[in-house]
């Protein structure tokens, strides 16, 4: 059989297309959109690091390739503000009343395998080294446990959990055991890591254990967690974060209110910042006693606490400055929850088939 040079010609090119197709990456793979159920969610601090997309501190972080389906939040308030700053529905009540089926359609187990994520910041008042440290004697040290009931029910590709730093000493180390222990039955390869926030530059001394595991049955290795992209030499200051800040009027932008709360020497909350350092950890339950701005005339606003916890400018707390104060400490911050995000997507984009 005789074959025109043309057509010959024509067949080594489709053959070299082929070939060429086959070794590049995969698009559509790369394009898409990770599903995510968040759990604990407060005002979104973590699901802002996922979501990307924002500016901090004169940063931009990237969008990431996460869509949160829904979140869930306990407190009523917080669900007002992630209402309002995100493109996504937040049920608003008890999980544990949410595992027995009291809203429909939202866990149950008819509901479709199809949530590649599952985020979790647990209550974290009872494994805090400054709380009373009742851990799992108490109601809310036990709500871990709603979200392995979630991770079992859902079989998500990845999960991720957030807790204090004395998580890893409570109970003498056995409740970081047991909670491990938890999820790794449920066939989940579970690595943690105490992350200090600054050392992905958060102006703030606040250190965080990170939990996440990766579905054995899909055969995804273990997850190695970001790289640090600052050290002590370079963390971000409290004059750089909020230095602009410090003589516009009370009011002039969201958020810009502060604590009237009268000065109690020797007190927690009561100490003085200092311009030149990062700030004190911001804390959920203070009170009014948030710390004092260095020039000692006032104490940090809400918006200086939300930067402090790199919120971007525009993401606005509800309903009140007492509420949003709460919000703020409860938060995980949006920045070291975009450097986990972004290696989440680097990790199921390279090993999720």
Known sequence: MCHSPGRDSQILKIVYNILILKSMPNDNKKNRKYTVVSLFAGCGGLDLGFKGGFTSLGKKYAPNAFDVKWANDFNDKACITFEKNFNAPIVCGDIVEILKGNY???????????????????????????????GFDALRGLLYRSMVETVERLRPALF???????????????????????????????????????????PQNRERV??????????????????????????????????????????????????KAKRLEG???NSITSAGKIAPTMRAEHHGN????????????????????????????????????KQIGNAVPPVLGWHVANTVEKFLYKNLK
């Open 267 to 269: 007190t927690q909350g």
């Open 210 to 259: 990170i939990i996440v595991g990766t579905d054995k049955k899909r055969k995804l290795p273990e997850f190695e967690f970001p790289k640090e992209t600052h050290s002590q030499e370079n963390w971000v200051t409290l004059f750089e974060a909020i230095g602009d800040l410090e003589n516009k009027k009370e009011g002039d932008i969201p958020n810009h209110f502060w604590s």
């Open 160 to 202: 991720v959990a957030e807790n204090v730093k004395g998580l890893l000493s409570m109970d003498d180390g056995k409740a970081i055991e047991t909670i491990i222990k938890d999820f790794s039955d449920l066939g989940y390869n579970v690595v943690y890591k105490l992350h200090h926030a600054a050392n992905f530059g958060v």
């Open 290 to 325: 948030i710390e004092f701005h260095w020039n000692k005339k006032r104490r940090l606003s809400a918006r200086e606490a939300a930067r402090i916890q790199t919120f971007p400018d525009e993401f606005i707390f509800y309903p009140s400055t007492s509420s949003a104060y």
């Open 104 to 134: 429909p359609d939202l866990l149950s187990p008819k509901m479709p395998q199809s949530v590649d994520i599952v985020l979790g910041g647990f209550p974290c008042q009872d494994f805090s080294l400054a709380g009373k440290r009742k």
